[in-house]
């Protein structure tokens, strides 16, 4: 969080965006919603919008974010409720209408495998990926606190962006650079050189105070990336680019509900310390689709861990899971069994000549049943008297699995809604 409040505190910010979900986030969160009607939003909410709404409140700064996950109404009345106990006034907008399960047919193919929905488990999340037109309105209202669902990434700075311009959403190449801004702030610590480090060949200084970014966009959709004086990390040409780069599968059509932006014909130039101008995306139309993220019940997965060290460590492990995989053969239809240190990354060790001291042995597997899925441990806790000498730390554990895939939807089978909430001195009006 410290890296967010010195943002909002001293980014001079029209908008503070904060972007917190993932494929497999939302159907957890689905998942916590099932069990709690009145959770199924971001955990961290209420701590994150108490530390900056005072900030927020004097600088005037507007929040944007998907935190309201699989339960957007239930985190708007968080954020009222944190207003009313800071004694804070706050108009909250709620976008809703990702959830489109109810909408889905069964029959739809999964992306991934081509396989239709209904050959997989039971179905317990459908949301699919809004976009800046679905935004739009909550920014009209005025709202202080914007809180959706799922929407794209990129989207949630793109319509802001959009709005302070006045520009038109089929105005493609503007949508495209505002596209490429909200890509490269996303990830917020990435374009300051978090996951980007590698000591002696891309140093980064001070990350234990790694700053996060933001962007000067001028209404052309010129973008300038910098980071508030004092903060640790950097901007460089080297860490935009790879922040660029960064889970875009085609560089010259990536999809967004908004645009299928080319980020091909994009310059890069730095043009001071920590400072990185962008420009020059181009655009063809949106996609006629929109992509929706499935989540499905895919048992549970039973995990052990032990770990051995000291001399021919390597070896005694790989005799504790040659031991372990006897014990369990034919028993789990997916079954995983890696050597932590020397094999879990690559499937196998590159170095022929590498002798690891420390080696962890896990194994995992999949079950339809707690119960099942436990056997796993069972075994791998046997290996303190029953396996190769000098085995320690043992853990094991059990969880319920939440599969994701993909497909499509037609745009008309979605339809977003903005709910407007409001605490004022002398009450709340919803």
């Not at 650079?177 to 140093?203: I, S």
């Amino acid at each position: 969080m410290d890296a967010a409040l010195a943002l909002a505190e001293h980014g001079a910010l029209d908008w503070l965006a904060l972007e917190c979900l993932a494929e497999r986030t939302i159907a957890l969160a689905q998942l916590r919603r099932r069990r709690a009607p009145d959770s199924g939003f971001d955990p961290k909410l209420q701590r994150r919008i108490a530390a900056l709404l005072p900030i927020v409140s004097r600088t005037g700064t507007r929040i944007v974010t998907n935190m309201g996950a699989a339960n957007p109404m239930a985190a708007g009345r968080a954020v009222i409720d944190i207003a009313r106990q800071l004694g804070i006034d706050v108009r909250v907008a709620v976008v809703t209408g990702d959830d489109v399960l109810a909408a889905l047919p069964l029959d739809a193919f999964a992306m991934e495998a081509h396989r239709p929905l209904s050959s997989y488990g039971p179905l317990v999340s459908a949301n699919a990926y809004l976009g800046a037109e679905a935004i739009l309105p909550a920014i009209e209202s005025g709202a202080n606190v914007i809180i959706t669902g799922r929407v794209a990434d990129p989207s949630l700075f793109v319509a802001p962006i959009v709005h302070w311009y006045g520009w038109a959403l089929d105005e493609w190449n503007r949508v495209a650079a505002a596209t490429t801004v909200g890509h490269l702030l996303e990830c917020a610590g990435q374009l300051c050189g978090g996951y980007f480090a590698d000591p002696g060949r891309k140093d980064v200084p001070d990350m234990a105070n790694l700053g996060f970014p933001y962007a000067e966009v001028d209404s052309d959709g010129v973008a300038t990336l910098a980071k508030v004086e004092g903060t640790g990390g950097c901007i460089t040409l080297a860490t935009a680019k790879e922040q660029l780069l960064y889970e875009v599968t085609d560089p010259c059509a990536y999809l967004t509900p908004d645009v299928s932006a080319d980020f091909s014909t994009i310059t890069l130039k730095q043009v001071g310390k920590d400072r990185v101008r962008v420009e020059g995306a181009r655009a063809h139309r949106r996609p006629e689709q929109l992509k929706v993220s499935v989540g499905y019940m895919a048992g549970f997965v039973g995990e052990g861990e032990i770990g051995y060290a000291g001399p021919n460590a390597n070896a005694r492990a790989e005799l504790a899971a040659k031991t372990v995989q006897a014990r369990l053969e034919g028993r789990f239809e997916e079954l995983r069994i890696d050597l932590i240190g020397s094999s879990s990354l690559h499937g196998r060790a590159f170095d022929s000549t590498a002798s690891a001291y420390e080696v962890r042995l896990r194994v995992a597997g999949r079950a339809r049943t707690a119960e099942d899925a436990a056997i796993i441990g069972d075994e791998v806790e046997a290996l303190y008297t029953n396996g190769p000498a000098g085995g320690g730390g043992a853990r094991r554990y059990v969880h319920e699995q939440v599969g994701i895939v993909s497909t499509m939807i037609d745009r008309e089978s979605v339809r977003p809604c903005v709910t407007l909430m409001e605490r004022e001195a002398h009450g709340e009006v919803v």
